[in-house]
């Protein structure tokens, strides 16, 4: 049974920075594209970042640019989003995705077939 298991939200001030780890059990994910998204209330969910199998290519939305970096730990088939700089807008749950059908990223959420429960990151002004 596949499972995506995410930590380390939380709650943090303007300002401050969080690390989200996420987890992968069931299968190995070293050649797929894995990603984070946020839905924050009342909003629809949207693609904050992902990155390529091998770790060589990367996506951010535009407002997380220079703020949130996307790794990724195949050997411990990890993914990490660091968030720095986090602004009120952050406030969202974010979750892990797994796009296990391709090589390359790709943006809708209905293409990533394996999805964590979320975890909740609040940005207190």
């Known amino acids: 049974q596949v499972q995506l298991v995410e930590s380390g939200g939380g709650l943090v001030q303007a300002g401050g920075s969080l690390r989200l780890s996420c987890a992968a059990s069931?299968?190995?994910?070293?050649?797929?594209?894995m990603g984070w998204f946020r839905q924050a209330p009342g909003k629809e969910r949207e693609l904050v970042a992902a990155?390529?199998?091998?770790?060589?290519?990367?996506y951010y939305t535009d407002s997380v640019k220079d703020r949130f970096t996307i790794t990724r730990d195949n050997a411990k088939n990890t993914v990490y989003l660091q968030m720095n700089t986090l602004k009120p807008e952050d406030t969202a749950v974010y979750f892990c995705?797994?796009?296990?059908?391709?090589?390359?990223?790709?943006?809708?959420?209905?293409?990533?077939?394996?999805w964590g429960q979320g975890t909740q990151v609040t940005v207190s002004s």
């Open positions: 069931g299968r190995t994910f070293s050649s797929t594209v």
């Open positions: 995705a797994v796009d296990s059908l391709s090589s390359w990223i790709r943006f809708r959420q209905d293409q990533y077939d394996y």
């Open positions: 990155i390529s199998s091998s770790g060589s290519s990367t």
